[in-house]
């Protein structure tokens, strides 16, 4: 008797989870695999905290799917080289006919997945894929002449178009597998599963939830109490007006199908009104998808290249003293220094301050946005790929339908804009404790007039030289190129 398998990557969820219902679906025994990959994961820059956060999940997932009747198996692979190999010699010491998992669009990932399903289907195994990760799948949005969108608004405007009624139908978690049908070589895995260690450096992730149900509660909650007022609180990072839900989606916790199934029962007229937070909010889910999208159609950005193909000839200038202080949250400019504190220490930044921080390495520090790419992957709680590249290069200017690269942020007057009474600042700078206000984002200007000692450092850089430094490297940049034209 044969036997199917899931495959879990970025859906570590039992709701929403077609591969998981079809695996079920066949009336089999179905055995459940997650591959830990920490070399593979290093070089992906995969965050301690973010490693801790899918061991504990991976722990309560375990148990949900012995309800099921599901074993989870935590199986070891150095790398996605490996990967073929491994899968061969599980499907023969469990009998498995048929393997199921819903797609990852990243480069390396995509590679991966494409050996695997040569190698099992050469010798017989039947391979299903799915779409989980989007509401809309990679290539499913396309302009009038079957091309992918560059530019957000008229993606969005198409991706609302196309909606049916399966992106509001969030699949129900699946009914149990017969007792009858799990083999003898389950059972010793449902009654002790081997206790889930990934082999990676872990950071406590303890502040962030790992039971889905707990999530799911997230999503209800702000869903019913706080998306109205998202178009007027998310910019403000003293306040807790976003739904702090990207961990989970970078998880797969929840599916973004069950973000918009909620926010269209709890606010049915949210795509007729398209206005008000609700629709605000749904849109930051579509950025989600754009961005995925992107990277789907355009694997280079997988390799590290820019997309606006001549921001490659900026002359970035590397100083490590002030990427380390960027890095430490010191550089003397209060919003960056508390933002990258925020980081630092919780794994997680409010999006505002990952704009203004993003901005300042690259247009004030001047240091190549990759640095900046990687550090957010090493630390966050949410680092995602698709996400963190395309919110990387909408700040650096290099990306599509990013800021332009003559809108530059003004850090001080990004601060007293959207941290207006200075609390946030205070909050991580314990040092400017005592600067009333929205002096906060002065303090060396207040601290000069009061006679203050502050133990805070000076700008480490004069934001209107550097702007205009940035300005002349980008347009030196533009001259060489010739033409403005995105990757091909
Ligand atoms: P909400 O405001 O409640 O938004 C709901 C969901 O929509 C988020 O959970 C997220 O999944 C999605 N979303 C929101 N804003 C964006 C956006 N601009 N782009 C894509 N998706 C979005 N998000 C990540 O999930 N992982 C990352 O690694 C990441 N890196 C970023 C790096 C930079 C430089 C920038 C500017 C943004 C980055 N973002 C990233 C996007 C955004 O900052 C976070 O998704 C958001 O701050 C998460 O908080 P939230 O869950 O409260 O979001």
């Not at 389950?186 to 707990?214: G, I, M, N, R």
């Not at 946005?369 to 790929?385: N, P, T």
Request: with cysteine.
């Amino acid at each position: 008797m044969q036997h199917q398998l899931v495959w879990f990557r970025n859906d570590l969820r039992v709701r929403d989870n077609q591969a998981l219902s079809q695996a079920v679906a066949s009336k089999q025994a179905v055995l459940a695999v997650y591959l830990a990959c920490p070399q593979q994961w290093q070089s992906h820059d995969l965050a301690p905290i973010q490693a801790d956060l899918i061991e504990r999940r991976l722990a309560t997932l375990q148990q949900q799917l012995a309800e099921l009747n599901i074993p989870l198996l935590v199986v070891h692979c150095p790398d996605f080289a490996s990967v073929p190999q491994c899968f061969l010699q599980l499907a023969q010491q469990y009998h498995i006919g048929a393997v199921h998992f819903q797609q990852q669009y990243e480069l390396n990932e995509q590679r991966r997945d494409q050996a695997v399903q040569q190698s099992l289907s050469q010798q017989g195994l039947e391979v299903f894929s799915y779409h989980g990760d989007c509401i809309l799948p990679p290539a499913s949005v396309l302009t009038k002449t079957a091309q992918v969108f560059k530019v957000f608004t008229p993606f969005r405007k198409a991706w609302l178009g196309q909606l049916d009624d399966a992106c509001f139908s969030p699949l129900a978690a699946p009914a149990a597998v017969l007792a009858s049908l799990v083999p003898d070589s389950f059972k010793p895995l449902l009654a002790q599963p081997e206790p889930v260690k990934l082999d990676y450096p872990t950071q406590d992730s303890s502040a962030w939830l790992c039971d889905e149900h707990q999530v799911i509660q997230c999503l209800r909650d702000f869903s019913a109490a706080k998306a109205e007022s998202y178009q007027q609180l998310r910019d403000f990072p003293a306040e807790a007006g976003t739904s702090k839900l990207s961990a989970y989606l970078a998880l797969g916790i929840i599916s973004p199908r069950q973000c918009l199934a909620r926010l269209y029962h709890d606010h049915p007229q949210v795509l007729e009104s398209q206005q008000g937070g609700a629709f605000v909010w749904l849109s930051e889910i579509v950025w989600r998808e754009f961005y995925r999208h992107l990277i789907a159609a355009y694997p280079q950005l997988c390799k590290g290249r820019a997309f606006l193909e001549w921001t490659e000839r900026v002359s970035w200038q590397h100083d490590e003293q002030l990427l380390q202080a960027w890095q430490q949250g010191k550089t003397g400019y209060p919003i960056v220094d508390a933002a990258m504190r925020q980081l630092a220490e919780t794994g997680w930044m409010h999006n505002r301050l990952r704009m203004i921080v993003a901005s300042f390495l690259s247009k004030d520090l001047l240091i190549d946005w990759h640095h900046g790419e990687r550090w957010f992957m090493q630390h966050l709680i949410d680092g995602d790929f698709a996400s963190n590249n395309g919110g990387w290069q909408w700040a650096a200017s290099t990306g599509t339908d990013a800021q332009p690269y003559f809108r530059i942020f003004n850090p001080t007057t990004q601060g007293e804009r959207f941290d207006p009474s200075g609390e946030f600042v205070r909050h991580w700078l314990p040092e400017l404790s005592e600067v009333p206000g929205k002096k906060v984002h002065q303090a060396h200007t207040w601290a000069e007039k009061h006679a203050v000692h502050l133990a805070y450092p000076k700008p480490i850089v004069d934001h209107a030289k550097q702007r205009k430094l940035a300005l002349s490297l980008f347009e030196q940049a533009k001259a060489n190129y010739g033409a403005v034209e995105p990757l091909s």
